[in-house]
């Protein structure tokens, strides 16, 4: 079936660090892939995203890229703040899926540390 | 944009009462309705799911059930909650461009 794996945590990092948030997935088409990020107490919010292989998706200094050969979407920041402390969830919508149903990975707690 | 509303943010109920968290969306027609629960520092776990009135789809069985009585309305309910059912709710509305969360809702039943 299709799956998400994510790197455990929590990763602790010091401030301007650089972040790598490991994500492969496992699937039988062609699926969208997602980042997204969850603050303590508050629900998940879309972080980035990108529809097709090679596509590279960014926000908030975060970027992504979709890999098809090696079916990864690993998260990157080239200098981390305190407030990017908060758990990261990758995810994946396939194509032609009609309930636009996401097959989450477990979640990565980040710690940035000043 | 589609925005999502629940409520309320956090709960406090003894072992054996009812439950009914509620979650409506606005700024989308016809949306396919989520609700997932978290337990403290793990993962999404999917409850239930909807692509219309009415229509219920239940992803693991427990003591919990949903309903969907309107178009961009989604209730969590239970009638004797358990110490187990404590966590945090969330309800999502899933379109072809991602999933839309609400602030979620903070059970602890004691």
């Known amino acids: 079936g299709n799956s998400v794996t994510q790197m455990e945590g929590p990763v602790t990092l010091s401030e301007e660090a650089f972040l790598t948030i490991n994500c492969t997935y496992t699937?039988?088409?062609?699926?969208?892939l997602f980042w997204y990020v969850q603050y303590p107490g508050e629900g998940l919010q879309l972080l980035l995203k990108?529809?097709?292989a090679d596509d590279k998706g960014s926000n908030k200094g975060f970027e992504a890229t979709y890999r098809k050969e090696t079916t990864s979407f690993h998260l990157e920041k080239g200098s981390v703040q305190v407030s990017d402390s908060a758990v990261y969830f990758c995810?994946?919508?396939?194509?032609?899926?009609?309930?636009?149903?996401?097959?989450w990975g477990a979640g990565t707690k980040l710690i940035i540390k000043p | 944009s589609q925005t999502i509303h629940q409520w309320p943010a956090t709960l406090v109920q003894p072992v054996g009462s009812p439950l009914s968290l509620e979650c409506t969306v606005e700024?989308?027609?016809?949306?396919?309705l989520y609700w997932y629960r978290q337990a403290a520092g793990r993962g999404l776990q999917l409850l239930f799911y909807?692509?219309?009135?009415?229509?219920i789809s239940s992803e693991v069985p427990q003591n919990l059930s949903a309903s969907r009585p309107q178009d961009r309305q989604f209730i969590l309910s239970s009638k004797k909650l358990l110490l187990s059912d404590s966590g945090f709710y969330l309800c999502?509305?899933?379109?072809?461009?991602?999933?839309?969360f609400g602030q979620g809702t903070r059970l602890t039943v004691v």
């Open positions: 999502a509305c899933s379109l072809p461009r991602g999933a839309f």
């Open positions: 700024g989308t027609s016809n949306p396919n």
């Open positions: 909807s692509v219309g009135i009415g229509q």
């Open positions: 699937a039988t088409g062609y699926p969208s």
């Open positions: 990108a529809t097709k």
């Open positions: 995810a994946l919508m396939m194509a032609g899926d009609s309930n636009y149903q996401l097959i």
